[in-house]
T-cell receptor, first 113, second 111 residues
Framework: GESVGLHLPTLSVQEGDNSIINCAYS??????FIWYKQESGKGPQFIID?????DKRQGQRVTVLLNKTVKHLSLQIAATQPGDSAVYFC????????????FGSGTRLLVRP | SQTIHQWPATLVQPVGSPLSLECTVE??????LYWYRQAAGRGLQLLFY??????ISSEVPQNLSASRPQDRQFILSSKKLLLSDSGFYLC??????????FGPGTRLTVL
């Protein structure tokens, strides 16, 4: 069924520290995953994606790790900046339901100056 | 490149009034289109998707309906709004398997 979001947990980090945001996905058949950043009043913004044939992918200051065994996804943000403050969502997609992008419950990231 | 437009950007409506939110897509043809809703402080819930003109699939039973009168137009409607319909409504476009684009959203407040 749908992974309908719960009230958002919050991660508070000091500016300059690394942030790790976790996500548990629901469908073992999912083979494509996306991390989105959403700022207040705006639509989700693509950050990074990963396909299931990989367990790690790096972007600029961001790294996504995929553990298919336990259906877990994480987003690591290096040297977190105030502009990183937002809500972060993971989303999953599977070949057998390739038309559906299912969102996990988000995490609010607060960066302390 | 593909662009999604949504309007209005914000809307305040009384309970029991009708609703019409519009989404249009530029830069592509025959797109898969989606309506998501986000309640305050919550994640995104898929409401409807459409793979072509006149083709609508509903994901959750509710007070809302969707229509796709043209290839690049997707409309979300209600005959009578409920308080629980308040939220942030997002239209999304799905191109290739690995390409999803979201619109700017419409914030709906039902009073």
């Amino acid at each position: 069924g749908e992974s309908v979001g719960l009230h958002l947990p919050t991660l508070s980090v000091q500016e300059g520290d690394n942030s790790i945001i976790n996500c548990a996905y629901s469908n073992s058949a999912s083979d494509y995953f996306i991390w989105y950043k959403q700022e207040s009043g705006k639509g989700p913004q693509f950050i990074i994606d990963i396909r299931s044939n990989m367990d790690k992918r790096q972007g600029q200051r961001v790294t996504v790790l995929l553990n298919k065994t336990v259906k877990h996804l994480s987003l690591q943000i290096a040297a977190t900046q105030p502009g990183d403050s937002a809500v972060y969502f993971c989303a999953e997609n599977s070949m057998d339901s390739s038309y559906k992008l299912i969102f996990g419950s988000g995490t609010r990231l607060l960066v302390r100056p | 490149s593909q662009t999604i437009h949504q309007w209005p950007a914000t809307l305040v409506q009384p309970v029991g009034s009708p609703l019409s939110l519009e989404c249009t897509v530029e830069g592509t043809s025959n797109p898969n289109l989606y309506w998501y809703r986000q309640a305050a402080g919550r994640g995104l819930q898929l409401l409807f998707y459409s793979v072509g003109i006149g083709q609508i699939s509903s994901e959750v039973p509710q007070n809302l309906s969707a229509s796709r009168p043209q290839d690049r137009q997707f409309i979300l409607s209600s005959k009578k709004l409920l308080l629980s319909d308040s939220g942030f409504y997002l239209c999304a476009w799905h191109g290739t398997r690995y390409l999803w684009v979201f619109g700017p959203g419409t914030r709906l407040t039902v009073l």
